[in-house]
């Protein structure tokens, strides 16, 4: 089992910025860096989607394209942390983001292959 807890959420004016956190814990055995890890978001009425990934090591990175240049995801494994960075934020972004491990070998996008989550931190971005 995986424990994820999200925090960092808030509401903000647009163009600010935020950075949410996910804290990752498990059992005895676990291991943070044998999963890749991603966000996604959801909007009320809207399916969960694909934000950001990053592999185990983090040397990749995979954006969307309506956050390329705006949100930054990184991780500390020594830390059991997941980090992303958010700015010039567009009231667009709003949604509930969630943090997501997934322990497949290839980086997944779709969030029917992850198998655990946090329980969600809501971004409001005002106009």
């Known amino acids: 089992q995986v424990q994820l807890v999200e925090s960092g959420g808030g509401l903000v004016q647009a163009g600010d910025s935020l950075r949410l956190s996910c804290a990752a814990s498990?059992?005895?055995?676990?291991?943070?860096?044998?999963?890749?890890m991603a966000w996604f978001r959801q909007a009320p009425g809207k399916e969960r989607e694909f934000v950001v990934g990053i592999t185990r090591s983090g040397g990749n990175t995979y954006y969307t394209d309506p956050v390329k240049g705006r949100f930054t995801i990184s991780r500390d494994n020594a830390k059991n942390m997941l980090y992303l960075q958010m700015s010039s934020l567009k009231p667009e972004d709003t949604a509930i983001y969630y943090c997501?491990?997934?322990?497949?070998?290839?980086?997944?996008?779709?969030?029917?292959?992850?198998?655990?989550w946090g329980q969600g931190t809501q971004v409001t971005v005002s106009s």
């Open positions: 997501a491990a997934d322990d497949n070998l290839i980086m997944q996008t779709t969030a029917t292959r992850y198998d655990y």
């Open positions: 498990g059992r005895r055995t676990f291991s943070f860096s044998r999963y890749n």
